[in-house]
């Protein structure tokens, strides 16, 4: 399902076989890592935040863009924390995320009908008949973008811009001017505070510690491109040897494709990445116990990631069911909850929004559910960006409904601003804090 329909096959089939041979973008013992990570997530020992674009874009494949996502992904992180008094793990929607389900195969405008948009590793947005065809280079270029973006984030990392002893490394410039400054300010003296505390009391030099790491995640939708770079690998399971999808650490499956007998589950269920399923109001039946047993036959903690967004509205009736259904099946899944993708909302001017209010409300019932029943949400994933766009209405000082048309650039769905997030990230702290998550 969710595939795109190209002309020419053997055009296809060219570019499939050069994309088999070029480097991948990931190591094994780097999926691996993160997989041993999510275990300790599961374990309620360490927390997840996995955010970025909806769909990213190659235009926006620039030096300021990246930087920005990992600002602000950083300084949600380092909130995150101070209120879990845990390891957050950071797992970015990016370098790979260019692939989008859609839920018409064509798009009418006036009298004109278009195949939809499907993200730049299918097709372009624009409305003509030239931008809309799937054009299978475009896997190339987005393998190179991949690539590059990766590329950047690591040198970033690695030259100190995530160094925990230098945070005003990665201020952004507008917290001076936010309602939440002092908050936030006195958040970074603590972690300041609790660094010195590290290496001059217990002697730990936080050399180590202090360093970040960043992983990968895209929607695993495309599964020719998928297909090419899964690769076998050293490190896993089978004689020291396994596949791995080597284009990312984490791969998810989505809403639309996740029939525990479809397509896209027969992939996942042969990769050895820890990959993670999107769960919605209609997949609380059986399904949870059918994804367990076919993703996950041996209960390994940091295998399988349940991600679900239902909605503010319907988490409170549908969450438990699916946990239940989870419990009763010996699952050690790890829980994720979008806030996102359930309160998806039209105004009456026709524009995609989200309401803060509403992505709160759907997490803050997510701990509490978890909670209820016996165990713990592990983490969030959030759409965001570092720009200063206004696509969600609401926050201390966030966008009313006629401010939408100011600097509303998402083709799919719409972010949190940097501002936004952060103040969601508070929030979820805070929220974790009182109840001693
Ligand atoms: C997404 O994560 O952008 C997405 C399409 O989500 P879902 O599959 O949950 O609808
Ligand atoms: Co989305």
């Not at 600002?71 to 950071?90: E, Y």
């Not at 984490?250 to 027969?266: C, D, S």
């Not at 503010?312 to 909850?337: M, N, Y």
């Amino acid at each position: 399902m969710q595939q795109p329909e190209y002309q020419d096959a053997e055009e296809l089939a060219g570019v499939l076989r050069e994309l088999r041979r070029l480097p991948p973008l990931v190591s094994s013992w780097e999926v691996l890592l993160l997989r041993q990570q999510l275990a300790e997530a599961a374990a309620g020992r360490a927390f997840v935040l996995q955010g970025g674009d909806c769909a990213e874009r190659f235009i926006y494949c620039t030096p300021e863009r990246i930087a920005n996502t990992l600002k602000v992904l950083l300084q949600m992180s380092l909130v995150l924390v101070v209120g879990a008094q845990r390891p957050v793990i950071r797992i970015g929607r990016f370098a790979g995320q260019y692939a989008k389900p859609r839920s018409a195969d064509t798009e009418r405008r006036g009298g004109v009908e278009l195949p939809s948009y499907r993200g730049d590793n299918v097709n372009r947005p624009e409305f003509t008949a030239e931008a809309r065809r799937p054009d299978p280079q475009l896997l190339l270029r987005g393998h190179e973008r991949a690539a590059l973006t990766l590329n950047f984030i690591r040198s970033l990392v690695k030259g100190g811009f995530a160094d925990l002893h230098h945070p005003e490394y990665f201020d952004l410039d507008w917290v001076d001017y936010s309602p939440l400054r002092d908050e936030y300010r006195r958040m970074v003296d603590t972690i300041g505070e609790a660094l010195r505390f590290m290496e001059n009391v217990l002697g730990v030099r936080a050399g180590e510690t202090g360093r970040i790491d960043f992983f990968t995640a895209h929607e695993a939708l495309h599964l020719a491109y998928e297909e090419a770079q899964t690769r076998c690998a050293p490190r896993g399971s089978f004689e020291g040897k396994g596949w791995f999808n080597l284009a990312a650490h984490f791969p998810w499956v989505g809403l639309r494709t996740n029939h525990p007998e479809g397509a896209h589950i027969e992939y996942l269920r042969g990769i050895e990445n820890p990959i993670g399923v999107k769960i919605g109001v209609e997949g609380t039946g059986d399904e949870v116990a059918r994804w367990i047993d076919t993703l996950d036959p041996q209960r390994t903690p940091g295998r399988l990631t349940f991600i679900h967004r239902f909605g503010a509205k319907r988490i409170a009736e549908t969450l438990p069911r699916a946990i239940e259904q989870a419990q009763a099946a010996g699952s050690t899944a790890l829980w994720v909850c979008d806030p996102m993708h359930g309160n998806t909302k039209m105004t009456s001017g026709g524009v995609k929004t989200r309401h803060f209010a509403d992505i709160y409300a759907e997490v803050e019932q997510a701990f509490d559910i978890h909670r209820a029943m016996g165990q713990q949400l592990g983490g969030v994933h959030i759409e965001l960006t570092g720009e200063n766009v206004t696509e969600c209405i609401g926050g201390a000082g966030g966008p009313t409904e006629e401010d939408l048309a100011r600097a509303y650039e998402s083709e799919v769905d719409p972010r949190l601003n940097h501002e936004q997030a952060l103040e969601l990230a508070f929030l979820i702290a805070r929220k974790m804090k009182a109840a001693g998550e």
